[in-house]
């Protein structure tokens, strides 16, 4: 027996399932148009990762990278301890006054960390007897290093007090205002394994971020640093291989979709 097209389409059945096709198709297409004319290089978008490569990174690991690849067109961090060498992965490009978009994601969390508690004013909570109170905790931490300094980082780890802070600037800074500048206001950060989106601006000696659309740090003055310089995706620890063991603080990370703006 033939079955006409017209036929099959009057069952219910088909007819939901071709729209629920139809709606998919189309609902890709938008995205897929969305992130193309997310950063027009006609408004000074450029593209620091290309998906498929490494092109445009400089290593200063000693010997072979074992650690930075591209995986599934995302960069992807393997964090091991035995290589040698800067572990951090940089932009072969300088960059004075810009806004960066980068997505990144923590892996896993691994190790024990003793993690402290931030306060809203840079300090950390501190027990009867003055003491730092800290719990150790499995951890993941890498960030993002501007200007070609580690000073100058934007933290990404699991901190109760979130990611985006710029941890050399809070704890080495006795002005008060500076220190609070540089603390998250708010815990943006998405659950473990989900991604993020930074949307970083240095402007001076001046820094904005934003957090899965939230504005954690706004306008912090960063004194003495850099006019310009590299920007690094950090490996912060990770697996030593002699000890056969987890640093608490290990790069779990994966970045994609980094873009910067010059200003």
């Known amino acids: 027996m033939k079955i006409r097209f017209s036929q099959i389409t009057k069952f219910p ?20 148009c969305a992130q193309q004319d997310k950063f027009p ?83 950390y909570k501190l027990d009867a007897n003055g003491e730092k109170i800290v719990t150790p905790r499995p951890g993941a931490d890498s960030g993002i290093l501007l200007r070609g300094t580690s000073r100058a980082q934007v933290n990404i780890w699991l901190w109760d007090i979130g990611s985006g802070e710029v941890y050399s600037y809070r704890n080495n800074q006795k002005d008060p205002v500076i220190r609070a500048g540089v ?17 970083i601006t240095m402007k001076g000696d001046r820094l904005t971020v ?6 954690v740090i706004d306008n912090a003055q960063l004194p003495d640093v850099q006019e310009s310089g590299p920007i690094a995706l950090q490996h912060h620890g990770g697996y030593d291989t002699e000890k056969k063991l987890w640093n608490g603080a290990s790069s779990l990370v994966q970045f994609r979709n980094i873009h910067i703006k010059e200003l």
């Open 13 to 32: 059945a088909f007819n939901s399932w071709s729209s629920r096709c139809l709606t998919l198709v189309a609902t890709l297409a938008f995205v897929a």
């Open 41 to 123: 290089a006609s408004d000074g978008w450029v593209s620091l990762f290309n998906g498929e490569d490494l092109s445009g990174w400089d290593f200063r690991i000693d010997g072979d990278n074992e650690i930075w690849t591209v995986k599934d067109g995302v960069i992807d961090c393997q964090p091991l301890l035995k290589v040698k060498g800067d572990k951090n992965l940089w932009s072969e490009k300088s960059f004075g006054d810009f806004t960066l978009h980068a997505e990144w994601r923590l892996k896993d969390k691994k190790g024990s960390y003793p993690m402290p508690i931030v306060l809203p004013d840079g300090s």
């Open 183 to 199: 603390t998250p206001k708010v815990n943006a950060d998405k659950p473990l394994g989900e991604w993020n989106t930074f949307l």
């Open 210 to 215: 934003d957090l899965n659309g939230q504005r």
